[in-house]
């Protein structure tokens, strides 16, 4: 019984040791990466860029699809949703593999806009949590947020953000958005290899049935509603 005590006590310890480098390490790189582009100005070249769309012109049914599907309590959970993070292990525990990330939309947005091509996953998920604290300090506005996110986040085809996906896929002004696109362009970023409407038509219509039911889920659209949605414009998009 001491024995195992012991060997206890000796894991446990050799866990908070890893854990609390692992933040150092994570929380060094975030720091480094600030101060070198502060947040401000970062977001203010962003929003600066001539394809980013204000909230103000994107559709309610486009906004709602992205919660629905991305990060449902986006409204209601911190910069980090650890009832996301939990529930997203319990499902891949389940299902044994790799399903879902349980990242918040905050933090995809600091991924986005700094961490996008770091190789070490540990060190960026560690970066992205503290650089996702600093975003919702700075910006309150939950839409504020939301609106940096469609508009970093890659569709595929070499788009990056919503106007360029509204321009190349439908040929139109996100503002134009019917509900059934709104619903198919909120399902590709989560794998533009795999969603997006001119790599496989049919996962893309398995994805964007996914967000419509999210969207019923979540109360943003009636079963009714959801019926009628028609998807056959996906067969036309080259």
Not at 19 to 46: H, L, N, Q
Request: charged letters at 25%.
């Amino acid at each position: 019984m001491k024995l195992l005590k012991k060997v206890f006590f000796l894991i446990l310890i050799i866990v908070i040791v890893t854990v609390a480098g692992v933040t150092i390490f994570g929380y060094k790189y975030y720091k480094d990466t600030i101060k070198m582009v502060p947040i401000e100005s970062r977001v203010a070249e962003i929003r600066n860029d001539y394809t980013f769309v204000k909230k103000e012109d994107l559709t309610k049914d486009y906004l709602n699809a992205v919660v629905a599907i991305e990060d449902r309590r986006f409204y209601s959970h911190g910069p980090v949703d650890f009832i996301g993070i939990l529930r997203a292990l319990l499902s891949n525990l389940k299902n044994q593999e790799l399903r879902e990330g349980g990242s918040s939309i905050t933090q995809q947005v600091a991924k986005n806009i700094y961490y996008i091509n770091e190789k070490n996953v540990i060190k960026r998920k560690v970066a992205e949590v503290f650089t996702a604290i600093d975003l919702e300090k700075k910006y309150t506005d939950k839409n504020d947020i939301l609106e940096l996110y469609v508009n970093t986040i890659y569709f595929g085809n070499g788009y990056y953000g919503i106007k360029e996906a509204c321009n190349g896929y439908l040929k139109k002004e996100p503002s134009e958005m019917t509900l059934a696109e709104a619903t198919m362009l909120a399902g590709v970023p989560n794998a533009p290899s795999v969603y997006a409407p001119t790599v496989n038509k049919e996962f893309c219509k398995q994805r964007q049935k996914q967000v419509i039911n999210a969207m019923v889920k979540e109360n943003y659209i009636t079963q009714e509603t959801a019926d009628t949605i028609d998807q056959s414009f996906i067969d036309n998009i080259e």
